[in-house]
């Protein structure tokens, strides 16, 4: 069992999703680099947080047409695990493997802090570890993680359970108060439609050990790790 980390220029969460699969979760994982045409037999493929060519036109924007991309497209789309975070979450957008886009924080200011998120749907391959409802304390860091997708595209995340994360207060009420770019429902992350491809804008990766502050993500990593276990003994 591995996992795959793709490396982009301007990747900054790299080595964070690295040690916290690697060393916090303990499965084999491999950097794999924009520009490879190989995924090298990985299970599973997270796409880190950054700035990839540094977030010129938008986020995650020019990492879609990456080389590796087209193989990240074509393992999804056959059922693979891919994870995006922050910056992932934009790439996995960018390259439709995701509705809605991420627009500029509300306020048009980079936010780096703390934050709780509400768990909505714990039957996902990347929340099964999780409870219903269970409240995670997770940080942000990003100026375009405002969650937009149209009416009609909202309605069906929210009424087929593929809203994954709320961003709410620490007793787990989902407020505007606790919405801390704008985001629409107040989403933090989000499902496809198989549930294979997750998308979120806040970083498990960087709350994975106590010594951070929180080792609340370590549910997500774990979650994911249990769902390549269980299909490599079925």
Not at 16 to 42: M, Q
Not at 159 to 183: H, K, L, M, Q, W
């Amino acid at each position: 069992m591995k996992v795959g980390v793709i490396v982009f220029p301007g990747s900054n969460c790299d080595h964070d999703a690295y040690w916290a699969l690697n060393h916090n979760v303990g499965v084999e994982t491999e950097y794999l680099f924009h520009k490879d045409h190989d995924l090298r037999g990985c299970d599973a493929i997270v796409l880190p947080g950054g700035f990839s060519y540094g977030d010129y036109l938008r986020g995650g924007a020019i990492a879609r047409f990456s080389p590796i991309m087209r193989e990240v497209i074509d393992f999804a789309n056959g059922g693979g695990p891919v994870m995006g975070i922050c910056n992932g979450f934009q790439i996995l957008c960018e390259a439709g493997l995701l509705p809605g886009a991420l627009l500029r924080n509300s306020d048009l200011r980079f936010i780096c802090k703390q934050i709780h998120i509400r768990t909505v749907n714990n039957r996902t391959m990347f929340t099964s570890e999780l409870e219903p409802g269970e409240v995670l304390r997770i940080p942000i860091a990003h100026g375009e993680g405002n969650y937009y997708a149209d009416p009609k595209t909202l309605e069906e995340l929210r009424a087929v359970g593929r809203i994954v994360f709320e961003y709410c207060d620490e007793a787990g009420n989902v407020t505007s108060e606790a919405n801390p770019n704008g985001s629409q429902l107040n989403i933090a992350g989000i499902v496809n439609e198989a549930g294979n491809v997750l998308g979120m804008m806040p970083h498990p990766e960087r709350a994975c050990d106590s010594v951070l502050g929180s080792a609340d993500g370590l549910g997500i990593f774990r979650s994911l790790v249990g769902a390549l276990q269980t299909a490599a003994e079925a």
